[in-house]
């Protein structure tokens, strides 16, 4: 049984290059990527409470739906989910994108 607490959704535009630091070395490289339209972007906060194999898990999650469409129009909904620390790290990585859009 989960319970959303939270949610919300955006749209924009998503393309260009990505940071990578999986190159091995310590420096990010930037890599090109396919042309992705961001359609709708939509969040919930929710709390799974119970499961079939556990009475009470009391585990907090985020979880992101996305509505993308390619450079042909064809639309694919994406979604994921993301414990805590794992949103906690994502916020982290859009702050720092936020802070290099700034410089350009």
Known sequence: MEVPRLGGRIGAVATGLHQSHS??????????????????FQWKLGMAV??????????????????????????KNKSF???IPQ???????????????ETV
């Open 23 to 40: 190159n091995g070395g310590s420096e990010p490289h930037l890599q090109p990527t396919p042309q992705l339209t961001l359609i709708d």
């Open 50 to 75: 119970s499961s079939d194999s556990c009475r009470s898990l009391k585990y907090p999650y985020v979880a992101v739906m996305l509505k993308v469409a390619d450079h042909s129009g064809q639309v």
């Open 87 to 101: 949103f906690q790290n994502f916020y982290r990585q859009f702050k720092e994108i936020a802070a290099i859009m």
């Open 81 to 83: 989910e993301m414990t």
